[in-house]
């Protein structure tokens, strides 16, 4: 039942610095009410193996309103950061 409820989780959305030594995962919180409280899960993680072999090692995650995440992720874009698929 876990693999199931595992596999339809919603799809997360990854960017990269320019370093490649940082990342951000950006994930919408399954527990929101739609429409009324949406929020998001924002993790970020330390790279040490760029090949993507590795996971990157996540260090903080935070839940925060939607579009505050919105705004977040397009700052960072702003900023140099890159979208990735390489940890999906």
Partial sequence: MFLIAYLIMAKSFWLINSNK?????????NKSIEGVFEYMFVDTG????????????MTTT??????LAR??????????????????
């Fill in 21 to 29: 030594t940082e990342v951000k995962r950006f994930i919408k919180n």
């Fill in 46 to 57: 330390k790279i040490f193996d760029i090949s993507g072999k590795e996971p990157p090692v």
């Fill in 62 to 67: 935070i839940s925060i309103e939607i579009d």
């Fill in 71 to 88: 705004e977040i992720y397009e700052r960072l874009l702003t900023q140099g950061w890159r979208r990735t698929d390489l940890f999906d």
